[in-house]
Structures are given as C-alpha cells and as structure tokens.
C-alpha cells in the first residue's frame, strides 16, 4: 500500500495547489437565435467533431493526475466522496476530475466496488459538461427574450451568440435550444459503463475513451479484434474531453434528433428529464437496437443511477460569497 500512499498524498498536494478558484471563472466555452453563425457548415457537424467538442481551453475544477484503484478508493475516502450520500440528496459531489481511469480498475473486488469507484471519477466530469451547457441555455433564453422584444445586444453578447450557434452547427434558435442541454447523468453513466465494460476495456485504459466514439481518419487506436478496421477508437486527453465528445454527440448528430425532441418534450412539460424514458431513443447508439435499450435502462434500474441524476457540484468559493 506505500505506492499507493504516496499517490495519494501527492493527489492532495497537487489538488491543495490548484483549487484556488479555477472555476469561479463562469467560462461559457460551448459552442445561437436568429443568428447567422460566421463559420456554420450547411450541414450538421460530424460525429465527435473535436473543434466542436472541445468546449474549454482546459477543466474548471482541478485535475487530479491519474492512480491505482486503491489510491483512488482512498483518496475518495478521505473527503468522503460517498455515491449513497449523493443519491440520497444528502451530500454534493466535489469538484475533482480525474484525469484518466485506474490502470488497475480490472483488478479491484469485489465488482460491486469496481463499479462504485468508476461512477465516482465519471460523474464530477458529467456534471461539468452540464454545468457549463446549462450556463449556455440560460444565456440563449435570456438573447432570445430580448431579441424578441427589440433589443440590441453589444458586442460581447454577439459574440459569444456567435460562437455558440458555430459550435452547434445551426443560426436557427429554435434548433438551437433543441441542441443546446444536458444529458442527465444517469443515462451518460449508463452508456459509458457499456462502452467501457465498467472503465475496464483497453480503449478507456489507455485513451480515455468511454464510449466508443469512431474517428475515420485514421487517428485513432486500432480495434484488435478486426483485421483491416475502417475505422478507429478516439483517445482522448482525459476522461473531461471524452465525456464533453459524447455530449456534443448526443446534441447534434441526425441519428439522435429522436433523443433531442423527446428531451424537448419533457422540457415543455415542466418536469425533469426522465433517464429512463430518454434511453428508448437511443437505439441507434448501437447495432444491437432495442437490445441494447433494454441493457441501458436494465443498467440505470440495477444501480441506481437515477438518483444521480439530481446530483450537483460542491459550490466553489467564490459562489458561495456570491451567493
């Protein structure tokens, strides 16, 4: 356990020296209403583009570098990261994200904890993501009442209205509010533990890769089970990059308008969004269809993610003064 000690103090150094304030800056990085973007392409933008994913120059919260499973464990241990106190609505999740999985994650038992452990580094990432798309959406609602009432927007307000409905792909705020939310966690969580066969599968060992996005150019890594693959697995820089390709994924590839217009509905209706209702969209995720809907919701039910889906990140400093 020394190895692992020493991982671990090391992580609380390094997460000691950057804390200080590193998401009190509202960045509204993501990528709208009747808006011609300066670059938007006639169609929608590929599967996982990179440009379009890439919502921040670098994470809000602190990143802490990767370690072994048991230094992990401990590490969420000792600030009492607890999943059961966050479903229960009783504890928030702190601001960490971890930059990669444990290269030992396989190994560590009982299973029950594996999973445990690999929800733990991959929600502080989902919330992220949703944070900063939600700052976004609220921007737009607030564009779109004051556009329809006549008012001019200056010249930081376009701007970033610009760089918003360029990311997203569309100048129509309509669509663009269809685009522009989250994915609630349970079902990011779902999905990721699928593709990554609970964060143990080589593509999210090795590259951060949690949900088997492609990349037909040939970058990428190489599945070993195809001999002449058209295509490769993307790696990504950490597991914060791999979550924000996915989002974006989601929010404007064509086979998933289906996902959209459902969450859509369920905004008009004044509820949450449904996890489990949202998964019978998917089905194009996958070639296994239905079955693999079945596999998501069987996944969301058996642990409990839907309580995470109401989950939020620890205020930092500076919004608790503000608050």
């Given amino acids: ?31 709208p ?23 921040r120059a670098a994470p809000a919260s602190p990143l802490l570098p990767g370690m072994p499973a048991d230094a992990l464990f401990l590490f969420f241990r000792w600030i009492d990261y607890d999943l059961d106190a966050v ?7 702190p601001r960490l994200l971890v930059a990669g999985l444990p290269p030992d994650l396989r190994g560590l038992h009982p299973i029950a904890e594996r999973k445990e452990l690999f929800l733990g580094a991959v929600l502080p990432a989902v919330l992220e993501v949703n944070d900063t798309i939600l700052r976004d959406r609220r921007f737009l609602t607030r564009i779109q009442a004051r556009i329809e009432m006549g008012e001019w927007l200056d010249a930081d307000e376009r701007g970033r209205l610009d760089s918003i409905a360029d990311r997203y792909g569309t100048g129509d705020f309509d669509e663009l509010l269809l685009r522009v939310d989250v994915v609630p966690s349970a079902l990011v969580l779902a999905q990721a533990a699928i593709e990554s066969g609970w964060g143990t599968s080589r593509f999210a060992r090795t590259g951060n890769a949690l949900f088997g996005q492609r990349a037909w150019g040939g970058n990428g890594m190489r599945p070993r089970e195809l001999d002449s693959p058209p295509f490769r697995v993307r790696a990504f820089e950490h597991l914060l990059a791999s979550v924000e390709a996915y989002v974006h994924n989601l929010n404007t590839f064509p086979a998933y308008r289906a996902f959209r217009a459902r969450r859509a509905a369920m905004r008009r209706g004044g509820g949450p969004l449904d996890s489990h209702t949202l998964a019978g969209t998917l089905h194009r ?3 296994r269809g239905a079955d693999y809907v079945r596999e998501l919701r069987a996944i969301i039910r058996a642990n409990r993610l839907e309580g995470l889906d109401s989950a939020k990140l620890m205020e930092s400093a500076q919004q608790a003064d503000q608050a």
């Fill in 33 to 55: 209403a009747t808006v011609t973007p300066a670059s938007a392409p006639s169609a929608e933008p590929p599967e996982g583009d990179p440009a379009r994913a890439a919502g």
């Fill in 285 to 287: 995720y996958s070639e």
């Fill in 1 to 31: 356990m020394r190895k692992a000690e020493t991982m671990l103090m090391a992580s609380l150094l390094l997460l000691a020296a950057g804390c200080a304030e590193s998401d009190g800056k509202a960045n509204a990085g993501y990528g």
């Fill in 87 to 93: 479903r229960d609505g009783e504890a928030s999740v």
